[in-house]
């Protein structure tokens, strides 16, 4: 599947990436023909605070090591994996990338990642100082990955929203059914018409993970059997539960839409909608962007007793043919990468938070009133193992459109995702 995946996408990008790359140099000496200098490339997706980081970064990186430069390139998050898929077989992609870690087993299975060299990435070093969720990318007892900063899910919410609706902006819901009263007195309509969403509501945006990792473990349910190999979604009553419940926004609640001021986000950043599920990264856009937006954040709401939310990161590795100095120099920028004070920094520019356990506990982030809550939410947080992200995202897409467009029973479009879910799982590990 996957093979077949990437020689499409690279018969249909050849053209355009050979004009493109044209005039890359490939023997990692700098563009002035300078042969005492590496240079390594960097490829990052276009998020505005994370490129406007790591431009800092670069500088402060190649000062401290003169012998080496680093040049940073970034694609629309959509375009990204056409463009990996078509220059690193070619040999003309980066040198170091940075990956969601739900691409991992793709990337590794393509061939694009070498695993990251033992003697400078033990792996009991990794595994005493990051968080347990790193482990999703350990695979074939190698780490092929590392990443600066992680990331949970939690609940933001419009405090002026709250106090307009007679609810105290100082205690959020906490459970699912608080949740649901909220979001119905949170709601504005005219006639049909949705004017305020009490709940924004994007399955393609953090939506699938809320539904996968966050209300499924609620619920007393699993996703995958502990060999990844097995989708156990709907071994239990849990799993349609949780689809059931999440459905319940956009149906019978008719708190939210799909598409509601264009996305979940745009909607709460224009206080649209009074809350939203997102990531921890999202502060960063919000202090850039929506600065004089009156938000909080709290917890995850659970079911029970039970908490879960979902963990994701994105991760840095080394593409398959970099050897010699360009490896010594990428492994150097990955350390640099993966230092206390990158980390700290990331987090004050990103809001993603930092991946050792050890950065990240510090009680002036445990203790932030916006920091807190995700970073307090790290121990009962899931990081999914995907055969396939994109994939495995259009399939919770495709169902929820089954119900919401097409009428279809809600027990029947799970059993489907399910069923499809399984195939894919199947797929990938039947010639491992």
Not at 158 to 185: C, I, R
Request: net charge negative; with cysteine; aromatic share 12%.
């Amino acid at each position: 599947m996957f093979k077949r995946w990437h020689v499409l996408l690279l018969s249909v990008l050849f053209i355009t990436v050979l004009a493109a790359c044209s005039g890359d140099n490939d023997n990692g000496n700098s563009s002035n023909g300078d042969s005492d200098v590496v240079t390594i490339k960097y490829w990052q997706y276009e998020f505005a605070s994370k490129v406007d980081l790591m431009d800092e970064l670069i500088k402060e990186f190649e000062e401290a090591n003169p012998g080496i430069k680093v040049e940073q390139t970034t694609f629309p998050y959509d375009n990204y994996n056409e463009q990996v898929a078509a220059q690193v077989p070619a040999g003309k992609g980066p040198d170091v990338i940075n990956l969601f870690y739900g691409w991992v087993p793709s990337y590794v299975d393509a061939g694009y990642l070498q695993p990251l060299p033992q003697e400078d990435f033990p792996h009991d070093e990794i595994e005493a100082e990051f968080f347990p969720l790193v482990q999703a990318t350990k695979m074939d007892g190698e780490y092929w990955t590392i990443p600066t900063a992680v990331r949970t899910a939690a609940l933001f919410y419009n405090k002026d929203l709250f106090e307009e609706a007679g609810l105290d902006p100082n205690s959020p819901p906490e459970t699912w059914e608080e949740l649901a009263d909220y979001a119905v007195k949170l709601t504005k309509k005219d006639g049909d018409r949705l004017e305020q969403s009490g709940m924004a509501w994007e399955p393609a945006q953090q939506g699938h993970h809320w539904l996968r990792d966050g209300l499924t473990y609620q619920a007393g349910g699993e996703v995958l059997s502990e060999d990844r190999k097995t989708v156990v979604w709907g071994d239990s009553d849990a799993g349609l539960e949780a689809f059931k419940y999440w459905l319940s926004f956009p149906t019978e609640l008719g708190t939210s839409e799909v598409g509601f001021y264009t996305d979940d986000v745009t909607a709460f950043m224009t206080g649209k909608a009074a809350m939203n599920v997102d990531g921890s990264f999202r502060l960063g856009t919000l202090q850039r962007d929506a600065e004089n937006l009156n938000y909080a954040v709290a917890p995850m709401p659970g079911k029970d007793g039970i908490q879960s939310t979902n963990a994701s990161f994105w991760t840095n590795g080394i593409t398959k043919d970099v050897e010699g100095e360009k490896l010594e120099a990428s492994i150097k920028f990955l350390k640099f990468l993966t230092s206390q004070d990158v980390m700290e920094r990331w987090l004050d520019a990103t809001g993603e938070l930092p991946a050792k356990e050890e950065v990240a506990m510090q009680d002036k982030y445990v203790n932030d009133e916006l920091y807190g809550p995700f970073i307090n939410s790290l121990p009962f947080a899931n990081a999914h193992f995907f055969v396939d992200e994109t994939k495995e995202r259009e399939l919770v897409i495709d169902a929820a459109n089954k119900v919401l467009l097409e009428g279809m029973d809600v027990e029947e479009a799970f059993n489907e995702l399910v069923e499809k879910t399984q195939a894919l799982y199947d797929e990938y590990w039947g010639d491992k």
